[in-house]
């Protein structure tokens, strides 16, 4: 709980700036995980195809 | 003791991804204007509150792509503003994924703090000055 909204947001971002001015940009942990799930699925596709591909 | 910051609210956007604290400077200068508003639109101290902190986050992330231009920022940050809350009328809810994307973490909010907000919103919007902001 906070009774002071306005300076709590206020640090909440500048540490966010120091986050990104250290790191770069932080990618949520919702799309890294799409991501790399649609990394996954394409090299299972090209995979695929590359046995397919061989056999004919 | 130190006078107030004299740069731009454009040089504060520019200098944030190598000074942080300049990004807090920009924040301080327009956070009661956005919070006060968001209030006179919408039914409550905390949904303002929470447009409030998705707009200034989405804003800190805009601002590693921000160009000097010669149009005040005050406009650009309320064009945020105006597109968060057009987000949230048409969904019913408050979007929170610039904060997410941040690592921002929600706040719960008191009843004094609740009560403070309501002061600060209404209180409505300083007088600009006049450093091309």
Known sequence: ?56 | MEGPDRRTDGELLVSTARDPEAFAIFYRRHVRAVLSFFRRRVGSAEVALDLTAETFAAALEGSRRYPPRPEPARGWLFGIAWNKLHDAQRCGRVEDVARRALGMAPMMLSDEAVERLEAVAAAGVPAMRANGR
């Open chain 1, 1 to 56: 709980m906070t009774d002071d909204p306005l300076a709590a947001l206020e640090r909440e971002l500048v540490d966010a700036a120091r986050r990104l001015a250290a790191g770069g940009h932080r990618r949520s942990p919702r799309v890294g995980a799409i991501v790399s799930a649609l990394l996954a699925l394409g090299t299972l596709v090209l995979a695929v195809l590359s046995i397919v591909l061989a056999h004919h």
